[in-house]
């Protein structure tokens, strides 16, 4: 037994997604090891073949995307690990993924950039590369863990997520969180929920690899079941077979597009924790939500102050609406990122002139401590 | 529609797609024929046959045939194949390639493919050039030789294909051209039929980007070229040095039993399953 | 394994020549390479005025296939003696 169900254990970050992943009933890891995010490839060398599943060290990362989405679309789930100069290589191949439709997960566990950066440390620089690091129009779903467990059941949820919208999920992690290890109590295996997206059932000369639904995404088939269709990464039409009609492209441009924009609400998910009560949020993701939840507790016990804690989990798409509507009416919005400013423009963009959003940016490789916070909350109050 | 349909017909998919899209005189719908000769030949349903291709003008047959077909990213067809047959290891593949796509871009997904003597069959077409994007110049350009990017003749030495995947791994190498499509049938046959990765080299004309910067716009002429400019095994085995020179050698290289990668993943797994913490 | 398919007749009244010949070139797929005329063994074949290929000697062909194999474009057949489209025995093991 790989995943220990119902029981508690002291897990790692990196750890929790690799059984996250047997948990969703992994078929296919191909990876390419990088700093830090190599446990999870060690650790599923290791659980896979146990069960009979594939696992395989490509000779680099561009390799890696490449044989997931072949993997997927010959009716493997399938997962990918890598960190930001991975990723960056792994660009033509997500947008590939996006424009053929085709599932999977992509863990990133940030590290500092740019470039080789600071393998070794923590960063969140990657964040707006997640969204628009391929070229061209394109879907893109990201989840960000803040704690190991989360690392867990962020996994699972990729898996579900990529296969109800037929698109790449990208799980963000980072060093820190990929690295630490938590207290994780396994949830029993009855309670899971496991994804599989449905199969086409028409016969084999009406199936449409691209059909047009209500929802955008379509049951898609895998080579080999008799369904003989055609992937290429040249826009298509409803069929996969290449096109430059300007109405089949606008088409399919749409369907990119609205499938996931369709009902972002569906998408949404977020932690709120005193945002309606106070006038002060603190907008922070991934291991800096860390810091401001006790930043925000440390500012009630010192200072009898509420400060708000906004977090999103999904941080692509981003939630536009619950963002305006929440924190438009605030006089200060804090964005903590271990970045230059990459989300931050996000929430400027969602609020009015009058909610003054104030940066606090950590490079060096170290986290954003409760205390910076406090002070840079108390500075501007 | 014709009236009397060429045999291979019943494995070309949707009627509309044709005439297809290469230049009069291309090379690649040859090898296509031949290729669906093979499948034919070795029983192959056509379920179980998946056709992968990088990005190019050899990388455009999937799209023509009835199979399930997988048009990847310039030189990534291989890792793509790696990736359908690990997830299953019944579909037979054949990956198309140029010879831009499959040496250089694709150049390392070549050597490690055929280092792990996966379960596929590896097509590199090589017509000297990169075809579609204009007629640049190519790892195969012969020195000397005009290219859109080399209007003064290439300067880069070439290297052959077919010894790179042979002291890579591959367990079948040959080399055929278009011209010789009796024997390109034969090799492919071969090739597909053989467990292990095996590579093909076909070359090919190019009247259009190549032929048309080096004197040879015509395609007979090219073709002529293919059959006066290349020697099989037996007869290059007679031949002296002097005489081999500027001569292309055609045939089955290599052809070794050697054990296949799933076949060594089955007996990690069946380990893996014994040390396994219950 | 040989496998057959009746050769329907063309729709269109061909020339004489075709009527008997083996070799049927479809004139809409056929890109006027030349590959064919240029390599067949006896000169059964002919670039026309319309940049075609055309069966001007159908007698003298022995159905070695090569024009049908080589042609790139898909657009030559070559039938047996009654007309059938068929794969030559014995060509590949």
Known sequence: ?????????????????????????????AGYPITPSSEVAELLSRFLPQQGKKWIQMEDEIASISAIIGGSLAGARSMTATSGPGFSLMQEGLGYACMTEVPLVLVNVMRGGPSTGLPTQVAQGDVMQARWGTHGDHPVIALIPADVKECFELTIKAFNLAEEYRTPVILLSDEVIGHMRERVDFPEKEEMDLTRQPRPDVPVEWYEHYHPTATNVSPMARFGRGYRFHVTGLTHDVHGFPTRKVDEVNAKMERLKHKITRRLEDLEDNRIHGVEESDVVIFAYGSVYRSAMAARQMLAEEDGENVGVFRPVTIWPFPDKTVKELLDTKDVVLVPELNQGQIIHEVERLTVDSVRVVPLHRVDGYEITPEEIVDRIREVM | ??????????????????????????????????????????????????????????????????????????????????????????????????????????GNHLIHTARRNLDMTAIVVNNSNYGMTGGQFSPTTPEGAKTSTTPYGMIEPTFDACDLARSAGASFVARGTVYHVMELDKFLQKAMRKKGFSLVEVLSPCPTSFGRRNKQADPVKMMESLRDGTVNTAQAKKMKPEELEGKIVRGIFHDIEKKEYLERYEELCARASETAVK | MAEKATAKPAKESPKESEQVSSVHIFPEWCKGCGICVAFCPKQVLEMGDDQKAHVAHPEKCIRCYLCARRCPDFAITVADEEGNIVREEGDHQ
């Open chain 1, 1 to 29: 037994m790989i995943v220990p169900w119902g029981e508690t254990r002291l897990v790692q970050g990196n750890e929790a997604v690799a059984l996250g992943a047997v948990a969703s009933e992994l078929d296919l890891f």
């Open chain 2, 1 to 106: 529609m014709p009236a009397h349909l060429p045999y291979e017909y019943k494995y070309l998919r949707h009627k509309k797609k044709f005439p297809h899209v290469w230049c009069p005189g291309c090379g690649i719908g040859i090898l296509m024929g031949s290729i669906i000769r093979a499948v034919d030949a070795l029983g192959w349903k056509k379920d179980d046959v998946v056709m992968s291709s990088g990005i190019g003008c050899t990388s455009r047959m999937p799209v023509y045939v009835d199979f399930n077909t997988l048009h990847t990213t310039h030189g990534r067809a291989l890792a793509f194949s790696t990736g359908v047959k690990l997830a299953n290891p019944e579909l037979q593949i054949v990956a198309v390639m140029g010879d831009g796509d499959a040496l250089a871009i694709g």
